[in-house]
């Protein structure tokens, strides 16, 4: 009975230390990566081919929106440092 209680304990810490371990290496990842930083560009009324191109240059499309007759484009992409 004590083999079987003892062996569930230390199951119980390995596992614990286990879980412990990976959220103090989980947050020294977080400390070392940089965040993000984006630069933007806007454009009125584009054609997909000219949506397209840009997407070829790693802009991504973040928003639309409608103003009057005309259609904004907001893009984002990567800073290229």
Known sequence: MNIVRNLVVIAAL??????IGRTADAQQDRRQTKPAVWEYRDGANLTLVQLNAMGA?????????????????ILKRVKQL
């Not at 240059?57 to 484009?73: A, F, M, N, P, R």
């Open 14 to 19: 390995v596992a614990a230390a286990f879980l």
């Open 57 to 73: 240059e790693g802009w991504e499309l973040s928003c639309v929106t409608l103003y009057g007759k005309d259609y904004y484009y």
